[in-house]
T-cell receptor, first 116, second 115 residues
Framework: DTGVSQNPRHKITKRGQNVTFRCDPI?????LYWYRQTLGQGPEFLTY????????KSRLLSDRFSAERPKGSFSTLEIQRTEQGDSAMYLC??????????????FGPGTRLTVT | AQKVTQAQTEISVVEKEDVTLDCVYE???????LFWYKQPPSGELVFLIR??????QNEISGRYSWNFQKSTSSFNFTITASQVVDSAVYFC????????????FGKGTRLHILP
């Protein structure tokens, strides 16, 4: 399977714990995006990388959230001191972009986080 | 500010009927991209179409067709002869590519195709 993969698919954690999610983009895709989707809503942009550089962070991304893409391949999204409001589906997407051109983004299956 | 509105929260039609999903967008940019994604019950978003702001030609792909009208800032999606497998949530989305290509999604329309 050469699509975007995400691990784990489901995560249940207690409030206050830290969690980390991983995303493996389609190989050779230079852009990688994180989105969050809550029930009944469309995905909301969190952050994106061009290769290893994090180019933009949404205001939705509080200080408890951090994302990395150290070698320009896979990415991790960490949430520290989780809160119940963090419960959502976290989606990763990747695309192949030259500058300033919006090519379609391909999404992974998501990681569903439940904070109890 | 950029915004995507999908006024239809939920639609139910009987199989083989045609159905149109509405999408209205707001942007101040002259260059932008519009998308439709499908999210079946399995949850994974599936890319359907991308259209740039300079191409107002309507597009047809099998039973799917898209009507882009800049004059009304609309990008509607029609499924002809609907099938039960078309049941899903459909998202319209916008990207203002001059700055970055993060996608702004609408809230989605849940489509039920009844057998």
């Amino acid at each position: 399977d050469t699509g975007v993969s995400q691990n784990p698919r489901h995560k249940i954690t207690k409030r206050g714990q830290n969690v980390t999610f991983r995303c493996d983009p389609i190989s050779e895709h230079n852009r990688l995006y994180w989105y969050r989707q809550t029930l009944g809503q469309g995905p909301e942009f969190l952050t994106y990388f061009q290769n290893e550089a994090q180019l933009e962070k949404s205001r939705l991304l509080s200080d408890r959230f951090s994302a990395e893409r150290p070698k320009g391949s896979f990415s991790t999204l960490e949430i520290q001191r989780t809160e119940q409001g963090d419960s959502a589906m976290y989606l990763c997407a990747s695309s192949l972009n030259p500058s300033w051109t919006a090519y379609e983004q391909y999404f992974g299956p998501g990681t569903r986080l439940t904070v109890t | 500010a950029q915004k995507v509105t999908q006024a239809q929260t939920e639609i139910s039609v009987v199989e083989k009927e045609d159905v149109t999903l509405d999408c209205v967008y707001e942007t101040r940019d002259t260059t932008y991209y519009l998308f439709w994604y499908k999210q079946p019950p399995s949850g994974e978003l599936v890319f359907l179409i991308r259209r740039n702001s300079f191409d107002e030609q309507n597009e047809i792909s099998g039973r799917y067709s898209w009507n882009f009208q800049k004059s009304t800032s609309s990008f509607n999606f029609t499924i002809t002869a609907s099938q039960v497998v078309d049941s899903a949530v459909y998202f319209c989305a916008l990207s203002e590519s001059e700055r970055d290509d993060k996608i702004i999604f609408g809230k989605g329309t849940r489509l039920h195709i009844l057998p």
